[in-house]
T-cell receptor
Framework: KAGVTQTPRYLIKTRGQQVTLSCSPI?????VSWYQQTPGQGLQFLFE???????NKGNFPGRFSGRQFSNSRSEMNVSTLELGDSALYLC??????????????FGQGTRLTVV | AQSVTQLGSHVSVSEGALVLLRCNYS??????LFWYVQYPNQGLQLLLK??????LVKGINGFEAEFKKSETSFHLTKPSAHMSDAAEYFC?????????FGTGTSLTVIP
């Protein structure tokens, strides 16, 4: 079956702009999580959505937001971009909290560069 | 609080040598533990996971890991390194539906 699909793969934006990243989870997966990966900070958890509801949120400013649609597809938005937002953004899908022993499946990521 | 510590941000081994990547976790209850691998500009791929049962877990590409509760460790090993094993490796613990990742270990394989 198809894996996790993230679009676009690469993105270049200017400071102050906003950006929307998309993630389509594996069919049947209702949980989608987002992570930011940078060389200095490693993998940092942004937020998690399950059945269109945000259940967990990491320690990021309000400029970072997300949503999940009824088909489990998710988007994350970053407003007023800063240079420090340059990172690889990874989306992960999983069955959900009731399946705690299951792994998350990651997309290939969106490489965001802010100039 | 859940956390994972990976000892050694960079590990170099010769081709054919043993690979040992270290991971220690802190958890007040038996955790769910995972090892992921990441190749450049790619997402994370699951190598193996420990949930319950056998403490020696076998994964893909010849990797395995042993869960040692007494040492709160989950080290990753492979008997013989291949050039294709060069990548970044992440240990993770899962609580609820959130993963807590270590800072990663970059593996270099020397020909």
């Amino acid at each position: 079956k198809a894996g996790v699909t993230q679009t676009p793969r690469y993105l270049i934006k200017t400071r102050g702009q906003q950006v929307t990243l998309s993630c389509s989870p594996i069919s049947g997966h209702r949980s989608v999580s987002w992570y930011q990966q940078t060389p200095g900070q490693g993998l940092q958890f942004l937020f998690e959505y399950f059945s269109e509801t945000q259940r967990n949120k990491g320690n990021f400013p309000g400029r970072f937001s997300g949503r999940q649609f009824s088909n489990s597809r998710s988007e994350m938005n970053v407003s007023t971009l800063e240079l420090g937002d340059s990172a690889l953004y990874l989306c992960a899908s999983s069955l959900g909290q009731q399946f705690q022993n299951t792994e998350a499946f990651f997309g290939q990521g969106t490489r965001l560069t802010v100039v | 609080a859940q956390s994972v510590t990976q000892l050694g941000s960079h590990v170099s081994v010769s081709e054919g040598a043993l690979v040992l990547l270290r991971c220690n976790y802190s958890s007040s209850v038996p955790p769910y533990l995972f090892w992921y691998v990441q190749y450049p500009n790619q997402g994370l791929q699951l190598l193996l996971k420990y949930t319950t049962g056998a403490t020696l877990v076998k994964g893909i590409n010849g990797f395995e890991a042993e869960f040692k509760k007494s040492e709160t460790s989950f080290h990753l090993t492979k008997p013989s390194a291949h050039m294709s094993d060069a990548a970044e490796y992440f240990c993770a613990v899962k609580r609820g539906n959130q993963f807590y990742f270590g800072t990663g270990t970059s593996l270099t394989v020397i020909p």
